[in-house]
């Protein structure tokens, strides 16, 4: 019997340069306008579930182990991920995911579990 791992991160992606190849990296550094290194596009972030094809949506930032359905449910609330807090802001309009702002900047990596942030809490400090 397997334990079904909670929401986490699988991948990370950049893309500092308009129509060219993103970048994936293992850990980034998540500043007030989105992913360091990266260029600034509609949102600051764009998280979409493993279920989808990355390849045919190439400018999500975050993809992330859990049902297309309970991500976009995410739509309203906080979440920390790693050091960082985010606000899911609402779905882009042709693609699937979610878009979120940068609510607390602070460090995340694959594997970094996404959790929800009830009213007056906010994200854990980082050592």
Do not use: W
């Amino acid at each position: 019997m397997s334990a079904e791992l909670p929401p986490h991160v699988t991948e990370i992606r950049i893309y500092p340069v308009k129509g060219e190849p993103g970048q994936v990296l293992e850990d980034v550094e998540v500043e007030a306008g989105g992913l360091a290194g990266d260029r600034r596009k509609k949102a600051a972030l764009h998280l979409v579930s493993v279920e989808e094809d990355v390849a045919t949506h190439p400018r999500a930032n975050l993809v992330v182990a859990t049902p297309t359905a309970l991500l976009e449910a995410s739509v309203g609330q906080r979440l920390r991920i790693g050091g960082a807090e985010v606000f899911v802001t609402g779905k882009p309009s042709g693609c699937p995911g979610v878009y979120a702002d940068v609510v607390a900047p602070g460090s995340l990596r694959v594997g970094d579990v996404l959790l929800a942030v009830g009213a007056g809490e906010t994200a854990a400090p980082t050592a």
